[in-house]
C-alpha cells in the first residue's frame, strides 16, 4: 500500500484534487465524511457535544445543527478546541480502520487519506504517510471563492480561514505542493501527473 496524506486549507481547491485521484484509481479515505458519520444520532461523540454545548445545538430531528455549532466554535476558538477534543480521537480511529482494512484487501492500493486539519490535529505524526501533499491558494483567491461558491460574507470567510493552520505550516510538511490558484484544468493537469508518478512507483 502507498499512503498519501492529502490537506490544504478551506476553499483551496482540495476537494476538486480528491475527486480527481479517486477518478484515476485511488481509495480515498475522506476524513470530513468521517466526521459526519461520528456525530450522527445514536454515536457516543453526539451525546459528548450536547452534553458539552448543550441541547440547543441539536435540530429538530434531533440531529446535529451543522450551521449552529459551526457559528460558535468558528467565533470562540476553545470552543472549537473543546469540539475537537471529542471528534478528533474518533475520526482518527476509524480513519485508521480502514486504512487497515484497504491494505488487507489490496497490498497494492494507492490511498489517500483525505484529511483539512492534517496539520491542527498532528494526523502526519499518526499515520506512515509515503507521502503529503497540500493544495495551495492564496488567501484572497479562497475568499472570493467562499464569498462566490459558498455564499459567505467576506468576514466570515476571513474568519473561517484564520481558524485554520497558516499556509506556511502547511506547506513546510509538503512532499508535493498542488498549485490550485488557476483555473480547474491546470489543477487536474498537475494532479495527473503527480498520479504518473506515484502509481509508477507503485508498479515497480
Given at each position: 500500500m502507498y499512503l498519501i496524506g492529502l490537506t490544504g486549507g478551506i476553499a483551496s481547491g482540495k476537494s476538486v484534487v480528491s475527486a480527481r485521484l479517486r477518478e484515476l484509481g485511488a481509495v480515498i479515505v475522506d476524513?470530513?465524511?468521517?466526521a459526519r458519520e461520528v456525530v450522527?444520532?445514536?454515536q457516543p461523540a453526539?451525546?459528548?457535544i450536547v452534553k458539552e454545548f448543550g441541547p440547543e445545538i441539536l435540530a429538530e430531528d434531533g440531529r446535529l445543527d451543522r450551521a449552529r455549532l459551526g457559528a460558535m466554535i468558528f467565533a470562540d476558538p476553545a470552543l472549537r478546541s473543546r469540539l475537537d477534543q471529542i471528534t478528533h480521537p474518533e475520526v482518527k480511529r476509524i480513519a485508521q480502520q480502514r486504512i487497515h482494512e484497504t491494505a488487507r484487501e489490496n497490498e497494492s492500493a494507492i490511498v489517500v487519506y483525505d484529511v483539512p486539519l492534517l496539520v491542527e490535529a498532528g494526523v502526519d505524526s499518526e499515520h506512515p504517510f509515503d507521502l503529503i501533499v497540500v493544495v495551495d491558494a492564496t488567501p484572497e483567491i479562497r475568499i472570493e471563492r467562499l464569498?462566490?461558491?459558498?455564499?459567505m460574507s467576506r468576514e466570515e470567510a476571513k474568519r473561517r480561514i484564520l481558524s485554520q493552520a497558516e499556509?506556511?505550516?502547511?506547506?513546510?510538511?509538503?512532499?508535493?505542493?498542488?498549485?490550485?490558484?488557476?483555473?480547474i484544468q491546470d489543477t487536474l493537469d498537475?494532479?495527473?501527473?503527480?498520479?504518473?508518478?506515484?502509481?509508477g512507483l507503485t508498479r515497480t
Open positions: 476524513a470530513d465524511a468521517i450522527e444520532p445514536g453526539l451525546g459528548r464569498v462566490e461558491i459558498r455564499g499556509d506556511s505550516d502547511r506547506l513546510a510538511i509538503a512532499d508535493v505542493v498542488i498549485d490550485a490558484n488557476g483555473e498537475q494532479v495527473d501527473a503527480l498520479w504518473e508518478i506515484v502509481s
